[in-house]
């Protein structure tokens, strides 16, 4: 069975940082791309990065980009984001999901992805 769990959510101040981790088990991460999206309340779910799987090519979205680093640790199975000089309005709940798709993973929309985390909230405020 294919699970992913999300850690390292939690209340942080504006301008700190944390790093989210998302581990695997029943599937080895390295044959699939892996993707963060968040959802803020009233908001739609965003698309935030994604690491590929041919490649480990990366993709961000403009309003993290030069802030969030996703990496892959394929040796413990577990996907990180990293998120530095946190904002308020990065507050959210965080999923990270996985699909086999083989292409760069900026071609995945959300629905392309086939297994799901529970989601780590994430709260940014003075």
């Known amino acids: 069975q294919l699970q992913l769990v999300e850690s390292g959510g939690g209340l942080v101040q504006p301008g700190g940082s944390l790093r989210l981790s998302c581990a695997a088990s029943?599937?080895?991460?390295?044959?699939?791309?892996v993707g963060w999206f968040r959802q803020a309340p009233g908001k739609e779910r965003e698309r935030i990065s994604c690491?590929?799987?041919?490649?480990?090519?990366?993709y961000y979205s403009d309003s993290v980009k030069g802030r969030f680093t996703i990496s892959k640790d394929n040796a413990n199975n577990t996907v990180y984001l990293q998120m530095n000089s946190l904002k308020p309005e990065d507050t959210a709940v965080y999923y990270c999901?996985?699909?086999?798709?083989?292409?760069?993973?900026?071609?995945?929309?959300?629905?392309?992805?086939?297994?799901w985390g529970q989601g780590t909230r994430v709260t940014v405020s003075s």
């Open positions: 999901a996985a699909t086999q798709g083989s292409y760069y993973c900026s071609a995945y929309a959300s629905g392309d992805y086939t297994a």
């Open positions: 029943g599937f080895a991460l390295d044959y699939f791309a």
């Open positions: 690491i590929s799987r041919r490649d480990s090519s990366t």
